[in-house]
Antibody, heavy 119, light 110 residues
């Protein structure tokens, strides 16, 4: 059964950085892309960016350009999302999701990682 | 940038009733890349429909999707208690790969 297991909750101060991991299992990691999606408290889903796990190509949402970096480690089948210069508006649950098949949809999701930005 | 607008914001229905959720795109899009998700409180979203009308694995047939161009619909026939949740539509656009979500429709118990 496909699994995406994310790292635990984080509390960060404004201006700091956070790195969230997404360890995958039970499928060929490089055959599917990974996207990151976040959800602020009580709000909807916001796509943050995408990484092609085979060649490392990325595309980030325009509003996060310059602050976000997505990477992968194919030796451990793990994806990472780093967000820098954190602001209170970055407080959200961050999800990784598997894509690349089924018309671009995300067919498996991580359990989510709560990132709280507070002074 | 294509914007997806979902309506209504909230749908108040009783178990056994039919739910009709709308997703409208700001310009014509390929139905191949239109998906629907269900999200329950405290849970990650779950893929329901891809390609506008194909059910994902394990999704019961009371869920159906339709539409083309700018107007897409998710229909839930005979609502069950487990179906009360928030539903999102999503669009994928290539070159470069970009995804957009609608703002969501909450289906609540009346």
């Amino acid at each position: 059964q496909v699994q995406l297991v994310q790292s635990g909750a984080e509390v960060k101060k404004p201006g700091a950085s956070v790195r969230v991991s997404c360890k995958t299992s039970d499928y060929t990691f490089t055959s599917y892309s990974i996207s990151w999606v976040r959800q602020a408290p009580g709000q909807g889903l916001e796509w943050m960016g995408w990484i092609h796990t085979y060649n490392g190509d990325t595309n980030y949402a325009q509003k996060l350009q310059g602050r976000v970096t997505m990477t992968t480690d194919t030796s451990t089948n793990t994806a990472y999302m780093e967000l820098r210069s954190l602001m209170s508006d970055d407080t959200a649950i961050y999800y990784c999701a598997r894509g690349g098949g089924l018309g671009g949809s995300f067919d498996s999701w991580g359990q989510g990682t709560l990132v709280t930005v507070s002074s | 940038e294509i914007v997806l607008t979902q309506s209504p914001g909230t749908l108040s229905l009783s178990p056994g009733e039919r739910a009709t959720l709308s997703c409208r795109a700001s310009q014509s899009v390929s139905s191949t890349y239109l998906a629907w998700y269900q999200q329950k409180p405290g849970q990650a979203p779950r893929l329901l429909i891809y390609g506008a009308s194909s059910r994902a694995t394990g999704i019961p047939d009371r869920f159906s999707g339709s539409g083309s161009g700018t107007d897409f619909t998710l229909t839930i026939t005979r609502l069950e208690p487990a179906d009360f949740a928030v539903y999102y539509c999503q669009l994928y656009v290539n070159s470069p790969p970009t995804w957009t979500f609608g703002q969501g429709t909450k289906v609540e118990i009346k």
